[in-house]
Every structure is written in C-alpha cells, then in structure tokens.
C-alpha cells in the first residue's frame, strides 16, 4: 500500500532552520505532484509548497522566500527546507502526493501521518 513517512520536524528557535523529508514507498513517485501542508491547533490544514514530477514548484503566500520545496526521484523522496522560522510556522508539517498540480488538500490523494515542528520566540 501507499505509505508516506515525514521525517525531520523539531524545536528550533525563531530564525533557525529545519529540513523536512518524505518517503514514498507504495506508488509511482515520479508521476505524482507532491505538497506540503501544514496545520497549527485549531487551525485549518493550509497549502505550504506543491512541486510537479517535472520540478516546478508553487508555494503558500506566507512560506514564499522562506521555504524550499524539492524531490528527488531517484529517491522517492521529497524536501522541504524551512529557513527563517517564526513562531506562526509552529504546526504540524504533512506531506501529500496528487494526480495533478493543485494547492487544494481535498484533490490529494495520499498523505503521510506528519511530523511536528516548533517555534520558540
């Protein structure tokens, strides 16, 4: 079956760094776009960064200069580089695997169990 395994997530005080992987194991890494989503409590799940098979990336408003999404296929893994932290990133870091490009959770077909990360102001 689909299985997609976070890896990486942590305490990092504001303005340090944090390199977050995904697994894939299960599917066809290559033909899938992958996203990043995150959720803080009480929150709703928010879009953070979508990269296509091809290497394209798309990123959430309030990651854009500060986040880095990348895949390595050979690998079946993707990446996120999260630089300059802030408090408000604190929430717990999801990826995704979609049939298509989208920013839209509800069109992700698999998702991993997560993996938390947070801020100390």
């Known amino acids: 079956q689909v299985q997609l395994v976070e890896s990486g997530g942590g305490l990092v005080q504001a303005g340090g760094s944090l390199r977050l992987s995904c697994a894939a194991s299960?599917?066809?890494?290559?033909?899938?776009?992958m996203g990043w989503f995150r959720q803080a409590p009480g929150k709703e799940r928010e879009f953070v960064a979508v990269i296509t098979w091809g290497g394209s990336t798309y990123y959430g408003d309030s990651v854009k200069g500060r986040f880095t999404i990348s895949r390595d296929n050979a690998k079946n893994t993707v990446y996120l580089q999260v630089n300059n932290l802030k408090p408000e990133d604190t929430a717990v870091y999801y990826c995704a695997a979609a049939s298509s490009t989208t920013r839209i959770k509800e069109r992700y077909n698999y998702w991993g169990q997560g993996t938390q990360v947070t801020v100390s102001s």
């Open positions: 299960g599917l066809t890494f290559s033909n899938y776009a």
